[in-house]
């Protein structure tokens, strides 16, 4: 492992494998959330999807609450694979679904409470080539600062010590 908080697997998942989980995230209970940003609710740019263990809901930006549905036999397959290659574990699995170049996230840290004191995410990038960026907080140790520009449906990243990072998935320009 590099000692950035990440690593990169860029063929994780086989293009077969990428193809079928991408049709199974088709039938995901995807859901537009709300979010409260100064002082007023507006839809998340993205959709949402959780699923995962029981009682492990997921609170966020103090306005957004994930309840998971049961864990889908090809989520929970991913996940063990996952934990297998990462050495983390993990309670539930977040979707987020961008429909258009719009649809994004911004700057953040994945560091909520309900996710614990040392939480670790692992993304894996299906359907549309999207930027995805990672960079240390300000303050932290650390000169790294990467964009997968080039995500394909089959490459995946395991921020390790997400505490430490914010993590983005900007608007695409031109769309």
Not at 58 to 74: G, K, Q
């Amino acid at each position: 492992m590099t000692q950035e908080p990440y690593y990169y697997l860029p063929q994780f998942l086989s293009q077969a494998e990428a193809d079928a989980l991408y049709e199974h995230s088709q039938a995901l209970s995807w859901q537009q959330n709300d979010i409260r940003m100064f002082g007023k609710f507006i839809p998340v740019p993205r959709l949402e999807a959780i699923y995962g263990d029981e009682g492990c809901s997921y609170f966020y930006s103090s306005s957004v609450l994930l309840e998971p549905l049961p864990w889908t036999d090809p989520l929970a397959k991913l996940r063990d694979r996952i934990e297998t290659e990462s050495g983390f574990n993990f309670a539930i699995t977040t979707g987020n679904r961008y429909r258009v170049g719009e649809h994004s996230i911004g700057w953040h840290s994945d560091n909520e409470k309900s996710l614990g004191t040392s939480p670790a995410i692992a993304s894996i990038s299906l359907g549309a080539i999207r930027k995805f960026s990672l960079k240390p907080r300000k303050g932290m140790r650390g000169n790294y600062s990467i964009s997968f520009s080039n995500m394909v449906r089959y490459c995946s990243c395991f921020p390790v010590a997400n505490p430490l990072t914010f993590i983005n998935c900007p608007r695409l320009s031109n769309q």
